[in-house]
């Protein structure tokens, strides 16, 4: 069974570009969440979609946006690139009933630097 | 948000139990208790999950306490792969995200 794919790996990016991050959910999984990882900050909740709404958002600024596609697939977008915006992004997918306890399934992550 | 208090970091040797605690006095009755691991360069790892009796699957167990206001990961024969940080997390599934702390940083010693 496919794990959750996160495209690209790497990604390097001048302060002031915008970047697209994308995240295929495990088949059936309804729900997507995102996290950026700092080696200061830890693991941080960007915001999680489930069925194309946003369910929560984290504490971060609106230069930080997501969307979640009809197939669950989902992307996030920063804009107007910091240094400090440089983390690994990682991707989550769960079944997402809202009901119940259930795991989620992380992706690999997406390594941003901006320079 | 509930918070959960773990010890910054531990040491086990290889081969034997780990017992990685974790305290949530302030846990509401529809929180489950979840543990996810994080091995080093690799996005974080589903362990366990539970509400409120004790919990076992291939990878661990889980022992909450009768009030549930603690609950402990027991890794039954530790190995070099799981040395990881262990996060300890509380998560209604009504309506709120999966929110990391910082996690015990376990070493296991050959």
């Known amino acids: 069974k496919a794990g959750v794919t996160q495209t690209p790996r790497y990604l390097i990016k001048t302060r002031g570009q915008q970047v697209t991050l994308s995240c295929s959910p495990i088949?059936?999984?309804?729900?997507v969440s995102w996290y950026q990882q700092t080696p200061g900050q830890g693991l941080q909740f960007l915001f999680e979609y489930f069925s194309e709404t946003q369910r929560n958002k984290g504490n971060f600024p609106g230069r930080f946006s997501g969307r979640q596609f009809s197939n669950s697939r989902s992307e996030m977008n920063v804009s107007t690139l910091e240094l400090g915006d440089s983390a690994l992004y990682l991707c989550a997918s769960s079944w997402g009933s809202g009901t119940g306890g259930y795991g989620y399934t992380f992706g690999s992550g997406t390594r941003l630097t901006v320079v | 948000d509930a918070k959960t208090t773990q010890p910054n970091s531990m040491e086990s040797n290889e081969e034997e139990p780990v017992h990685l605690p974790c305290n949530h006095s302030?846990?509401?009755?529809?929180?489950?208790i979840h543990w996810y691991r994080q091995l080093p360069s690799q996005g974080p790892e589903y362990v366990i999950h539970?509400?409120?009796s004790n919990v076992n699957n291939r990878m661990a167990s889980l022992a909450i306490a009768e009030d549930r206001k603690s609950s402990t990961l027991i890794l039954h024969r530790a190995t070099l792969r799981d040395a990881a940080v262990y996060y300890c997390i509380l998560r209604d599934p009504r309506n709120t995200p999966l929110v990391f702390g910082k996690g015990t940083r376990l070493s296991v010693i050959a």
């Open positions: 539970g509400l409120t």
């Open positions: 088949s059936g999984h309804r729900s």
């Open positions: 302030t846990i509401s009755g529809t929180d489950y």
